[in-house]
């Protein structure tokens, strides 16, 4: 059995003309305009051989008058510029001779050179500070912050009580005592280094070692402090005792 569909007639436009108009023509995108390039660069400055440049130190560069110096023309090359700088640890402001020179002076107690300590620094103390602390920390203390709070508390003490002494004549200022203190510290730092050696049981040799070295420390920096400051030797002694008790508190840090 079949069935029959109703199909609508199609009709087409007698005039060719219509069906262009009709018809929609796909367009691809055209290509921006670019402008064509010379062949040699307008700008003269740009303009230059690498090659030539290189040969000679220096070359003309066009109408502006400028030039392009080679490396060659700056005083020989980059090597003796150099050569001129000062070194690091100059330009930090940390001076090994001048340090080994002010700690020598300290291992003598007997022949203390006053002269190399009048330039204060901080970095020979700095370095004799975390040598402390290494040699407690080797002996199982853990004292950084402890060490260098003591070293600030002990540098005040100093500054106060000499400056209360001498009055109006006093000219010995903060970082002066902190340089003192830490470079006279250089003995608590030898004893910190023998007690590792030293038994716990021996308690009478760990004291006498201590006894030792606190006296040694205390009269260092005490000639320092008197040599230095003006109107320090009518005070020596009174100067010699807050010495003494300053670094009698660095070696009960070390003896226990």
Same mark, same amino acid.
């Given at each position: 059995?079949?069935?029959?569909?109703a199909?609508?007639?199609?009709?087409?436009?007698s005039?060719?003309?219509?069906v262009?108009?009709?018809?929609?023509q796909r367009?691809?995108?055209?290509?921006p305009?670019?402008?064509?390039?010379?062949?040699?660069?307008?700008i003269?400055?740009?303009?230059?051989?690498i090659?030539s440049?290189a040969?000679?130190?220096a070359?003309?560069?066009?109408?502006?008058g400028?030039?392009?110096?080679?490396?060659?023309?700056?005083?020989?090359?980059?090597?003796?510029s150099f050569?001129?700088?000062?070194?690091?640890?100059?330009?930090?402001g /940390?001076?090994?001779?001048?340090?080994?020179?002010?700690?020598?002076?300290?291992?003598?107690?007997?022949?203390i050179?006053?002269s190399?300590?009048?330039?204060s620094?901080?970095?020979?103390p700095?370095?004799?500070?975390?040598?402390?602390?290494?040699?407690q920390?080797l002996?199982g203390?853990i004292?950084?912050?402890v /060490?260098?709070?003591?070293?600030?508390?002990s540098s005040?003490?100093l500054y106060?009580?000499?400056?209360?002494?001498?009055?109006?004549?006093?000219?010995?200022n903060l970082h002066t005592?902190?340089?003192l203190?830490?470079?006279?510290?250089?003995?608590?730092?030898?004893?910190?280094a023998?007690?590792?050696?030293?038994?716990?049981?021996a308690?009478?040799?760990r004291?006498?070692?201590?006894?030792?070295?606190v006296?040694?420390s205390?009269?260092?920096?005490?000639?320092?402090v008197?040599?230095?400051?003006?109107?320090?030797e009518e005070?020596?002694g009174l /100067?010699?005792?807050?010495c003494?008790? /300053?670094y009698?508190l660095f070696?009960l840090?070390?003896?226990?």
């Amino acid at each position: 059995m079949t069935k029959d569909f109703a199909v609508p007639p199609v009709v087409f436009p007698s005039g060719g003309s219509s069906v262009g108009a009709n018809v929609q023509q796909r367009r691809f995108p055209a290509t921006p305009f670019q402008p064509p390039r010379p062949s040699s660069s307008a700008i003269p400055f740009m303009s230059f051989d690498i090659g030539s440049a290189a040969a000679s130190s220096a070359t003309p560069a066009g109408p502006f008058g400028g030039t392009i110096a080679s490396s060659s023309s700056f005083g020989g090359g980059g090597s003796s510029s150099f050569e001129d700088e000062e070194p690091l640890l100059d330009e930090l402001g /940390i001076h090994p001779d001048q340090i080994w020179k002010k700690t020598r002076s300290i291992l003598n107690p007997f022949r203390i050179n006053q002269s190399v300590h009048k330039d204060s620094d901080l970095s020979g103390p700095i370095f004799l500070y975390l040598a402390l602390c290494l040699f407690q920390l080797l002996a199982g203390k853990i004292q950084f912050g402890v /060490i260098l709070g003591w070293i600030v508390v002990s540098s005040i003490f100093l500054y106060v009580v000499f400056n209360m002494l001498a009055g109006r004549n006093g000219n010995l200022n903060l970082h002066t005592c902190t340089s003192l203190v830490g470079y006279s510290l250089l003995p608590v730092v030898v004893l910190s280094a023998v007690s590792l050696f030293v038994p716990q049981g021996a308690g009478p040799i760990r004291f006498v070692l201590a006894a030792v070295f606190v006296l040694w420390s205390t009269r260092a920096c005490a000639t320092l402090v008197v040599s230095l400051a003006d109107g320090g030797e009518e005070h020596r002694g009174l /100067i010699t005792y807050a010495c003494f008790l /300053i670094y009698t508190l660095f070696s009960l840090l070390v003896i226990f």
